[in-house]
Structures are given as structure tokens and as C-alpha cells.
């Protein structure tokens, strides 16, 4: 499925590749729409309800176009994380546009994961209670001992981020570890009792 992205890519008379500021969609930005809308409409049998004419749901596929635009959501993945947790709601009524613009930017609480600072705290303790959590613990088991606190926060959040996001589109997350860190830390090099040294200190921080 081309995603919008590159359908404004390959679409360089489009309102949207020359002017996205006036939020004008072409035909053929609105052709990548029908597959993500037709999946809606199964997912929110009742959808009739949101939309009682061709009318209100020609308008209604505007207004959603313009809004995902608007919010940076033009990538297939995102879209693909949104649909994913619709296909998971319980309730048969189509979402506002808003409410699936935040299923395209799940927090790790809506995946059913630990937030980051219950995370951060099981990857100090050695503690984990969700897989997520020990991918990223995983992911970042050298820092934790060369990298003082703030240094290791900062990488173990980017790590974790990366990992709930690989989570949330079904990838396989163990398998994704060595490629979910494109670049390295600049690493001051401490020798192994120094290391130890700022791991026991980050666990007496944490457990007061």
C-alpha cells in the first residue's frame, strides 16, 4: 500500500508536494486513502451512523486526509500501528480523526506496556516485567556499566522508544536489538569496578 508520503512524492503537481501549507489533497493523494478507509469501515461496522450519506462520507474523507497531513501522519507504518490498534477496539463506532492520530503515536501505556520511568526503573533494578522491557535492557546492558546516570537515561529512553515502537507493528523484537541503535554514544572508557560503582549507585537512587 503506497503510503501518503510517498504518494505526494510521486505526485509533484499535488497541492500537498508544492504547497502542504494550503491542505489541498489531489485525486490522487485521496487514491492510498480508499484501502486505509476501507479497513476503518470494517473495523467500525457502524459506521452508517458517523456517516449517513455519500455526501457526509465524501466530506468526512477530506476532513480525515487534511488532518493526518496536518499531524505528520504520512507514513505507512504509522498508519499501520493506528489500524492495528482499531482492529483491537471493542466499540463498532467509526473514531473521530483525532482518536486515530493518536492510535498512529501510541504511548507505551495504550500498547499495554510500562511507561518509561516504570521501564527505567526495572532496567536499574535488573527487574523487568514485560519482554519490551528486557529487549531494552538487553539493547543496552554495555552503557548501563560505562555511562553515568544521566548518559545512560538518555540511551536507555531512546532505546526503549525504539523498541515499543518495533512492538507496536508486530516486528520481532529481539531480532530488531542491533539495528534499533543507529549510531553510538561517545563513551568516556571507566574501568569495571568504576562501572559497578555507578550501577549501585543508580540502584540506591531508585530505591529510596
Not at 142 to 161: C, K, M, N, Q, T
Request: glycine content about 4%.
Amino acid at each position: 500500500m503506497q503510503s501518503i508520503q510517498e504518494t505526494i512524492q510521486h505526485n509533484p503537481l499535488s497541492p500537498m508536494s508544492s504547497c502542504v501549507q494550503q491542505q489541498v489533497p489531489s485525486a490522487s493523494d485521496g487514491e492510498f486513502f480508499i484501502e486505509v478507509w476501507r479497513q476503518l469501515k470494517v473495523a467500525f461496522p457502524a459506521w452508517r451512523q458517523a456517516f449517513p450519506s455519500k455526501t457526509a462520507e465524501q466530506s468526512a474523507k477530506r476532513v480525515w486526509l487534511i488532518a493526518l497531513i496536518e499531524n505528520d501522519i504520512t507514513r505507512d507504518e504509522q498508519i499501520q500501528i493506528g489500524l492495528r490498534i482499531a482492529r483491537q477496539m471493542e466499540i463498532p463506532f467509526f473514531p473521530s480523526p483525532g482518536q486515530f492520530i493518536k492510535w498512529c503515536k501510541p504511548t507505551p501505556e495504550m500498547l499495554g506496556l510500562p511507561d518509561f520511568e516504570s521501564a527505567y526503573r526495572q532496567a536499574i533494578t535488573l527487574r523487568p516485567h514485560h519482554a519490551v522491557v528486557k529487549a531494552a535492557i538487553r539493547a543496552t546492558r554495555y552503557e548501563r556499566g560505562v555511562l553515568r546516570e544521566a548518559e545512560f537515561r538518555r540511551i536507555f529512553e531512546r532505546s526503549y522508544d525504539i523498541i515499543c515502537r518495533r512492538y507496536a507493528r508486530g516486528e520481532d523484537i529481539d531480532e530488531a536489538i542491533s539495528a534499533a541503535m543507529p549510531y553510538k554514544a561517545a563513551f568516556r572508557p571507566v574501568s569495571r569496578e568504576k562501572g559497578l560503582e555507578h550501577v549501585a549507585m543508580l540502584r540506591r537512587k531508585l530505591m529510596r
